[in-house]
């Protein structure tokens, strides 16, 4: 994907239509993939942790999260146009997984959370196939993996907050091969209302 840096962070330069189109073939191709949203905040951090901006550029796809991010682009004579934000981003993955059948996994929140959460998506995304859903406060990693693996997600959204769910993502990936995972921070509290 076509991407433009700032202070040294990649961002996509696709808008929504061109993101859900790379994900579609990242799941044909079965291929291991992050997600990640970018936002000022994500990039001052990243400017001095170079592992962060390591971690946040080996992401297949980098959103523009963030509006300062559309600004920066602009001011810069570059194509990002719009925003892709997380949450709706999730949605529309959610929504194209309803019509492809991809199954998805829901990881994080509090207990509860992401089954409630889950109820909503099946309700507004009919057909959606939720495989699995976990919370985010396990005590045993290995036996989380080994569940997910069960359940051979094609999507997976991990809700931990961040950076801990782009670690968790990157430290799992070889095992879960899972051709689809992104860090959805808060969502699951946000669609839950
Ligand atoms: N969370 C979790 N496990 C943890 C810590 C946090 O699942 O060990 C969840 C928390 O319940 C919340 C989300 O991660 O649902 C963090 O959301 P936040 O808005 O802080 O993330 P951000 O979007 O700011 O990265």
């Given amino acids: 994907m076509e991407k433009e840096n700032y202070l040294g ?9 061109g993101v859900l189109d ?12 992050f997600i990640v949203a970018i936002n000022p905040e994500k990039i001052m951090k990243a400017i001095k942790d170079e592992k962060l901006k390591n971690l946040l550029n080996s992401a297949a796809i980098q959103i523009a999260d963030g509006v300062g991010v559309v600004i ?7 194509k990002i146009k719009s925003r892709v934000t997380g949450i ?3 949605q529309n993955i959610c929504k194209r997984s309803a ?48 569940y997910i693996e069960d359940k051979n997600p094609d ?3 991990v809700a ?14 070889d ?8 860090g959805v921070g808060g969502s699951y509290d946000v669609i839950c209302g």
Wanted: hydrophobic residues 40%; contains cysteine.
């Fill in 160 to 173: 931990m907050g961040s950076p801990a769910q782009e670690l968790f993502i990157t430290r799992n990936m």
């Fill in 155 to 157: 999507v997976m959204f």
């Fill in 72 to 78: 920066a682009s602009k001011l810069k004579g570059g």
């Fill in 22 to 33: 790379e994900i579609d073939e990242i799941v044909r191709e079965r291929r291991p993939s």
């Fill in 88 to 90: 709706d981003l999730m």
């Fill in 99 to 146: 019509e492809k059948g991809y199954r998805v996994f829901l990881l994080g929140a509090k207990p509860g959370v992401a089954e409630r959460a889950a109820e909503i998506l099946r309700e507004r995304y009919k057909g959606i196939n939720i495989v699995g859903i976990r919370d985010g406060y396990f005590k045993d990693e290995n036996e989380l993996l080994g």
């Fill in 9 to 17: 962070v990649d961002v996509c330069k696709t808008d929504m239509e």
């Fill in 175 to 182: 095992r879960l091969k899972i051709p689809v995972s992104m």
